[in-house]
């Protein structure tokens, strides 16, 4: 086990088509900020690092992957990363407006009984689907 090696948590990496286009989408729609950007050579990838708060976001373009490949891919896909916001209610109304996204449903679903959280969840897809969870714990539980 490497449990004491284990520092935190250091990034979560979504593939894009468009990388400017979700550099500016994840800057407007949620205030992440840009921090580098790169290519990793070996894997023929453009690299760009984002950050919102402790939230490091990772955004990964592959050339040869067209933009309709990528997101018939992720739209069949359940994997997402969460955000956990003070007023999920809120967070859809502002994020609502946004043409690059859609909301999966209709309303905001309550997730009672996940341990001692009482979870209120709202998930959308971004520019080029991929998953985003918006999580409100109404009982502030500490994981």
Not at 5 to 11: A, D, M, P, T
Not at 102 to 112: G, H, L, N, Q, S
């Amino acid at each position: 086990m490497i449990e004491e090696l284990v520092l935190r948590q250091h990034h979560v990496a979504v593939f894009v088509g468009d990388m400017e286009r979700s550099i500016r989408f994840y800057q407007r729609c949620f205030g992440f900020r840009l921090c580098l950007t790169g290519y990793v050579e070996a894997a023929h990838e453009r690299v760009a690092m984002l950050k919102l708060k402790d939230i490091v976001l990772e955004l990964l373009s592959v050339d040869e992957w067209p933009t309709e490949r990528l997101r018939t891919a992720c739209l069949n896909t359940n994997t997402h990363f969460s955000i956990m916001v003070s007023d999920v209610a809120e967070a859809r109304r502002r994020l609502e407006q946004d043409p690059e996204l859609t909301f999966e449903e209709a309303d905001i679903r309550r997730v009672p009984n996940v341990g001692p959280m009482d979870l209120l969840v709202a998930f959308l897809r971004g520019p080029d689907g991929e998953r985003i969870e918006l999580l409100q714990d109404r009982n502030n539980a500490v994981l």
